[in-house]
T-cell receptor
């Protein structure tokens, strides 16, 4: 597609539930990144994929967060046992290996 | 702690004036530097990137980098009301050219 797409655009869930957030990168981009952003803050790095493998997952806050990219294109961020503190906008970006990152529109996650 | 600092603003300039946005970073080994624009409720949009000391111009935008002073700036000439947004500075982590460290952003308002 023309740009990075993310679904859903909004997700409301209850504390303790499981959620999946999807990212479809720009065609041909081999690198994919997940960030989250809270109001008034800059994006917070979560994980970076180069191809199918997670090259750097140092930003994942705890083991409730997991991300996959099985075929080197679409990625899914999975959050188990959601907590109210997980509420944020989850951003996905993609790039060629050494080029700047381009962001999708984000998924706004609200945990009640 | 690797940090990127920006004046949070708000910075207010009249239409047609030059807006100057500044950013300092703590990681002396950072190699790549980016400016993103973020409208309220939207995701970050790449404006400029710069890798070498000096100036880089693109239309009304000029990025300036001084690695010795660990300083990067963005100048917006002939500011327009549509430039009103939050401007985020991001730099790569030393030794990890894919991981971005972000500032909190500077809010810019351009008054007609």
């Amino acid at each position: 597609g023309a740009g990075v797409s993310q679904t859903p655009s909004n997700k409301v869930t209850e504390k303790g539930k499981y959620v999946e957030l999807r990212c479809d990168p720009i065609s041909g981009h081999t690198a994919l990144y997940w960030y989250r952003q809270s109001l008034g803050q800059g994006p917070e790095f979560l994980i970076y994929f180069q191809g199918t493998g997670a090259a750097d997952d140092s930003g994942l806050p705890n083991d409730r967060f997991f991300a996959v990219r099985p075929e080197g294109s679409v990625s899914t961020l999975k959050i188990q046992r959601t907590e109210r503190g997980d509420s944020a906008v989850y951003l996905c970006a993609s790039s060629f290996p050494t080029s700047p990152q381009f962001f999708g529109p984000g998924t706004r996650l609200t945990v009640l | 702690q690797k940090e990127v600092e920006q004046n949070s603003g708000p910075l207010s300039v009249p239409e047609g004036a030059i807006a100057s946005l500044n950013c300092t970073y703590s990681d002396r080994g950072s190699q790549s530097f980016f400016w993103y624009r973020q409208y309220s409720g939207k995701s970050p949009e790449l404006i400029m990137f710069i890798y070498s000391n000096g100036d880089k111009e693109d239309g009304r935008f000029t990025a300036q980098l001084n690695k010795a002073s660990q300083y990067v700036s963005l100048l917006i000439r002939d500011s327009q009301p549509s430039d009103s947004a939050t401007y985020l500075c991001a730099v790569t982590e030393a030794g990890n050219n894919r991981k971005l460290i972000w500032g909190l952003g500077t809010s810019l308002g351009v008054n007609p």
